[in-house]
């Protein structure tokens, strides 16, 4: 699909779900402003809300136990999107196939890892590889089974094909920051910041 119909398309879902985000951007190939885009990416943190858990005392002296669940409105907003093809709405990912007929890749890290996941997923896959994921190993860090974690405190592994992973050992150790933002986020890798049309080179 031509850049200039899958952005009008990205920035309409980005419309939609926005009351019902703290945080959205749209990422990959359309933020790189690449001539054709092969399907949409969008990162996005749904909002939260709080309800009873419990029912209250017989004379309502007992505050109710609150828990934790995502908006009814995102929730809505998400069923309505397209044709589900994987994913759920408290996941970490969703795709779906738009009546546009073109797919959205729909990544909803935690609060903390937004930027992170936002930087790879702007791509390209090979720069993400060779610039973002070199830059944290350069600063002591690896992408873990329990996330961003000290290469200390994790151990290589190597599935039966030699694929490369790292597992944490140490559930409990440091985390890496909170990023307020994408360049805050290059600046604790040591890594330079460029716009994401020239992410491609």
């Known amino acids: 699909m031509e850049l200039k119909t899958a952005l009008e398309i990205a920035n309409k879902l980005v419309e939609t779900l926005s009351p019902h985000c703290t945080l959205i951007n749209i990422a990959g190939s359309c933020r ?15 909002k939260y809300i709080q309800i009873p858990s419990e029912p209250q005392g017989l004379f309502d ?32 990912y969703s795709q779906f196939e738009l009546s546009e ?6 990544f909803t890290p935690d609060d903390f890892d937004y930027y992170r996941i936002f930087a790879i997923r702007t791509g390209s896959a090979d720069y993400s590889a060779r610039v973002i994921a070199q830059g944290w190993l350069k600063v002591g860090w690896c992408g873990s089974d329990k996330g961003l974690r000290k290469i200390s ?7 039966s094909e ?11 150790g440091e985390l890496p920051p909170v990023w307020e933002s994408e360049e ?13 049309c020239r992410r491609d080179m």
């Open 101 to 106: 007929g073109i797919k959205l890749d729909l």
């Open 153 to 159: 405190e994790c151990e290589k592994k190597f599935s």
């Open 32 to 46: 790189r402003e690449k001539p054709e885009v092969k399907d949409i990416e969008i990162v996005a943190l749904p």
């Open 61 to 92: 002296d007992i505050p109710p136990a609150m828990k934790t669940v995502i908006s009814p409105g995102y929730l809505k907003v998400y069923n309505e999107i397209g044709k589900k093809i994987k994913g759920k709405a408290v996941g970490k």
């Open 184 to 196: 805050e986020f290059f600046e604790w890798l040591k890594v330079k910041w460029i716009e994401p």
């Open 162 to 172: 030699g694929v490369e992973s790292w597992k944490c050992i140490n559930p409990n």
